[in-house]
């Protein structure tokens, strides 16, 4: 885990290299494949994917939303803050940016706090999953409140005048 | 999966075929699970990572730059989340004790109690003993191989991107787990 190199991204794959696990191996190796495919027979049975997870997995097909522009994140302050001292348990910050609009989020336990930049009004839609939600108003001034978004990912749409944003999906 | 395959499906789900977009969950939901699994989360938190990868997926439908990849990227998505939960667990609760955070879930699933019931006990013991000296291996060796045997198997790019390690040194890791797991195998005499 913590030993764990994180430099390598997404974009350092290329496409040398890809092949089957089960491709060539030398002869020594050849009930390794044996055991692996065992191995794989025991996951399938012990530690499969949840059905109930695989169903929100197949409705999350509904997510899809070709007209919106996403906001993608470009502050967290899980990953990017500074702990303050003697404070246990910080608030959630975490910025979201779609060319020029940015949404700031505060998420504490006692709800979520954001702003809409520019300022401007917007009906605003808090995602949880593909099938509930809640509604806010962003004022007049961007600044829009809500209770806290439920466990498990969320994400936030917005309505502007002009556009509709949604927020990259993650967990508060 | 096969990159083609892959590629083409994400292609129809984006297009809104509905059947796509399922055979891609079962194609790939097993290795978006198997990289939570692979990092040591509750199970509540390895639930919360499967959910983020595929609603984020879902929401880049159809602006994913290379859709052949897409195994790759929700494997990386999927593994981001991990470390970013392991992180706030940290924070949280202050514990750093490696073997709490390697303790192997109580929950038993369904499909381990069907298994109860199955008249094939030895083939059940068989397999309870394979797993268990499975996730006594080491970290290193129980991260890397959770994420090979998800099916159907991944290519190493998708454990390269699950894992954050080069492509180059997972033959050779492979070999390493897979016959120290042997080895223990033939400690407690139940080789195949």
């Known amino acids: 885990m913590s030993d764990m190199s994180d430099r390598h991204g997404f974009d350092d794959f290329d496409g040398s290299g890809d092949g089957p696990p089960g491709g060539e191996f030398p002869a020594d190796d050849w009930d390794c494949g044996l055991l692996e495919e065992e191995l794989r027979q025991a ?16 409705d999350a097909f509904a997510l899809r939303d070709l ?14 803050g500074i702990p303050v ?3 246990s348990d910080p ?7 779609a060319d020029a609009v940015t949404v700031d989020v505060e998420v504490t336990e006692d709800g979520l706090i954001g702003q809409l930049l520019p300022p401007g009004p917007a009906r605003i839609e808090v995602l949880s999953g593909p099938r509930e939600y809640a509604r806010l108003t962003a004022d ?17 749409r917005l309505r502007t005048g002009r556009e509709v944003v949604v927020t990259e999906w993650l967990r508060a | 999966m096969d990159r083609a395959e892959v590629g083409a499906l994400v292609q129809s789900a984006a297009d809104g075929d509905a059947a796509a977009w399922k055979s891609l969950v079962d194609g790939l939901g097993p ?3 198997s990289v939570a699994r692979s990092h040591g989360l509750s199970d509540a938190d390895a639930h919360e990572v499967y959910q983020t990868a595929w609603f984020r997926f879902a929401q880049h439908l159809g602006r994913i730059r290379e859709p052949e990849k897409t195994g790759s990227w929700l494997a ?15 924070r949280w609760t202050p514990t750093d004790d490696p073997q709490l955070l390697d303790r192997p879930s109580d929950d038993r699933t369904p499909e381990e109690s069907v298994l109860d019931s199955e008249e094939a006990a030895a083939q059940t013991e068989r397999v309870r003993m394979l797993w268990q000296e499975f996730e006594s291996l080491g970290e290193r060796c129980r991260q890397l191989l959770r994420v090979l045997i998800s099916s159907p198997p991944p290519s190493y790019q998708e454990v390269s991107a699950a894992l954050g390690i080069a492509v180059g040194s997972i033959g050779p890791m492979r070999q390493r787990c897979l016959r120290r797991l042997r080895a223990r195998l033939e400690a407690r005499g139940t080789t195949s």
């Not at chain 1, 608030?91 to 940016?97: A, D, G, K, S």
């Open chain 1, 140 to 156: 007049d001034l961007g600044r829009f409140t809500g209770e806290a978004p439920p466990s498990g990912p969320f994400a936030l």
């Open chain 2, 76 to 90: 990386s998505t999927a593994r981001h989340e991990c470390l970013k939960l392991l992180r706030a667990s940290k």
């Open chain 1, 43 to 58: 996951a399938a049975i012990l530690d499969p994917v949840p059905a109930g997870l695989r169903g929100i997995a197949v």
């Open chain 2, 31 to 33: 290795l978006v699970w």
């Open chain 1, 85 to 87: 001292r003697g404070e």
């Open chain 1, 91 to 97: 608030p959630r910050m975490l910025t979201f940016q």
């Open chain 1, 67 to 80: 007209d919106a522009r996403v906001a993608e994140l470009t502050f967290d302050s899980l990953v990017d």
